[in-house]
């Protein structure tokens, strides 16, 4: 192990101990009738109560809707019988980020691809270790997915995680085919398969409007627009924020939206498969060292 990655490796474990304790909490949190916004401000709150920062805001997706939803301010959105949620949320200690997801049935009919989703997940983390062809992971992943007769979601994927970076670069994929490359010892990564069944296409696409956001390019910018900026640099760096988060005054959601207009913040739009069916989400997030991988969102 790198002299550099056993200094991180410490602040990993213990996001992932916040994680960890907390994915019991997020179950919790989905039944009928709850808000949207309920449920992403609780596990927002519990995250910052054990020490540690939201790595991105909560996402809440139902149904088909796959990844990237979080509510605006004042959304009054509720869980009805029968959804099916992702609950997508992550602990970040001084830069360093785990990810991990859930998926909670309200209706018993989903609970086979819950359970299908969950033992994909736990095959990518089997076939994880430093040096093996990405490409092989994604294979297990799709093997035991339509062993079972459901899809996987081929053009959404794991993805390594760096310091204040959540999508560093490396894939994971879901797939045997479509991406080349290793996994890199002494790096942390998010196996993340998504399932849905087997009418549905097996792809994503984006949905507008994007609630997820990050800084962009600088752009020459009035008052207003640059004390926003600076306030958003330094409370969340690179990571991902959510709108709610930022608390506008009226001029300030003038600026927000000329800033989203011309790039100096960027958007994560909304995935949807692209059929309308649903999707099952598992996630956790690992390290890989040269003689092991390390779980540290369970």
């Known amino acids: 192990m790198s002299d550099a990655f056993e200094a991180l490796l410490d602040r990993y474990l213990q996001a992932g101990r916040v994680c960890a304790q907390l ?19 609780a596990l927002e709150a519990d995250i910052r109560a054990l020490g ?7 996402n809440v997706c139902v149904g088909s809707v796959a990844a990237h939803f979080t509510p605006l301010p004042g959304d ?11 609950v997508d949320y992550g602990a970040m200690l001084d830069g360093c980020i785990v990810d991990t997801a859930i998926s909670v049935n309200l209706s018993p009919l989903d609970a086979g691809i819950i359970r299908i989703a969950e033992e994909c ?13 990405v490409s092989k992971v994604g294979a297990a992943i799709q093997g035991r997915a339509e062993a079972a007769g459901y899809r996987v979601i081929a053009n959404l994927t794991g993805h390594q995680i760096s310091k204040f970076n959540l999508h560093a670069g490396g894939v994971i994929p879901n797939v045997a085919r479509g991406h080349r490359g290793k996994v890199q010892a002494n790096a942390i990564y998010a196996i993340e398969p998504f399932i849905t069944y087997s009418h549905g296409a097996g792809v994503v696409v984006e949905r507008a409007p994007a609630l997820i956001y990050r800084l962009g390019r ?7 627009e640059k004390e926003l900026q600076s306030r958003i640099r330094d409370s969340f760096s690179t990571t991902p924020f959510a709108e709610r988060w930022l608390n506008l005054t009226p001029d300030e959601k003038d600026a927000f939206r000329n800033m989203l207009d011309d790039g100096s913040v960027s958007g994560y739009p909304q995935l949807v498969e692209k059929n309308g069916v649903v999707v099952a989400q ?15 969102t369970k």
Do not use: Q
Not at 77 to 85: F, I, T
Not at 218 to 224: G, K, T, V
Not at 284 to 294: G, I, N, Q, W
């Open 23 to 41: 994915r019991p909490s997020a179950r919790k949190l989905v039944v009928d009738d709850a808000k949207l916004i309920d449920i992403c401000e």
């Open 52 to 58: 540690a920062k939201p790595g991105f805001p909560v």
């Open 76 to 86: 009054g959105s509720v869980l009805n019988e029968g959804d099916l949620v992702k």
């Open 121 to 133: 997940v736990g095959v990518g983390i089997g076939h994880m270790k430093a040096g093996i062809d």
């Open 218 to 224: 600088p752009r020459p910018m009035d008052r207003i």
């Open 282 to 296: 598992a996630e956790h997030t690992v390290a890989v060292l040269p003689d092991k991988v390390m779980v540290l």
